[in-house]
């Protein structure tokens, strides 16, 4: 989402640290590109006013010192200021005193609740809770139908009744989940913010109490998600927000404005379409990402989810002993491809972030997986036997061509190569204990 606006960015800084010495003209001529940048980004203009004013005095103050890198602290202080305006600390969710902890998702049609609402499940499984997802949307063609899907594909159980009204529902939900850690509960939205709508939501929070209510908006819609949570805060009144769709190519003012203008904290956000794209919303890392500073503490967490530590010891036994096929070679590909899209991975690393619009060629690793998956189990082990009617015979069977599969070979055999030459105990552990 923050592609634009971190090359902007990026670029702006970048001619700051080329200076050997900063005046106070260069610096102010680098924050009106940063106001620029920001309300080109759709933040709010009361807030990039508010943002620009408080960090110019310190940002002159910092590089007129005699700093070695004059460049390096008006980044910093436009860092903190971003770190400020996006709520400073992680605000992860409460939970009650008793269980179950109950949490009632609200918000427009159309903003990603019922998704959501699965995403938030399989995250709390995760963690080693009982959790039961609750069908209050009764409004929306097939929600309740969706919310069964979803349940099913996270493993969730659903509670549903269509002959109910949605408060209904939820009360009875109640008394048949006191069993459950966590209840979620979805909601009904509408287009628009209505009287009718408003009626059920206050109906369901005085009947569930909830531990968290929690107002679902779609990054995409701009200053819009702002408007919305000031108004759902009003009429309902929400503990947090959570943003969906920030993988979109929207440019991502609500990010930016909704803690300053509604005064609630964003507590999640929601990276992707898979189950596991919901994160907690760490305003330092997102900072950092903005400014293309990179975020490798959430890349380590990404893969700490991801990646079988058990197997990790194995492949490393066989590295150790040049035991490494094609079969284990596939097995990496695909747990690498279960932290997300290589794009966004990348923009993770520091040094990354400026690349804007970053495209890794998905289609070259699902290849490579269609010519593995189309030898035998031998032909993985032994790649040397591969010859040239086996090789016609793989790429025929994976859509590829002889050439494609050529390479893959040549590839594979320079990387066992160089195993090989770090053998016989003296490859460095991995640290995988």
Known sequence: MFDELTGRLVRVFQGLRDRGKLSE???????????????????????????????????????????????????????DGLVELLGREAEPL????????????????GSGKTTLAAKLARKSQKAGERVLLVAADLVRPAAVDQLEVLGQEVSVPVFARRDRTAPEVVEEALREGKSYDTLILDSAGRLAIDEPMMAELQAIKNRARPTEVLLVVDAMTGQDAVRTASAFDRALGIDGVVLTKLDGDARGGAALSIRAVSGKPIKLVSTGERVEALEVFHPQRMASRILGMGDVVS??????????????????TKLRSTGFGLDDFLDQLRQLRRLGPLEDLLKLLPGMGGLAGLKVDERALRRIEGMICSMTLAERRRPQIIDGSRRQRIARGSGTSVQDLNRLLRQFSQ????????GGGRLPRMGFR
């Open 415 to 422: 990387m066992r190569d160089l195993m090989k030459r770090f």
């Open 25 to 79: 003209s260069n610096i102010r001529d680098a924050l009106r590109e940063v106001r620029r940048a920001l309300l080109e980004a759709d933040v709010s203009y009361e807030v990039v006013r508010d943002f620009v004013q408080r960090i110019e005095g310190e940002a002159v103050g910092q590089a007129t010192l005699k700093s070695i890198e004059p460049g390096q602290q008006v980044v910093k202080v436009v860092h």
């Open 94 to 109: 409460r939970r009650a005193a008793a269980p179950p902890t109950v949490i009632l998702l609200v918000g427009l049609q």
């Open 299 to 316: 890349l380590v967490e990404k893969a700490q989810e991801a990646i079988d530590t058990e197997g990790a010891i194995a492949l490393e």
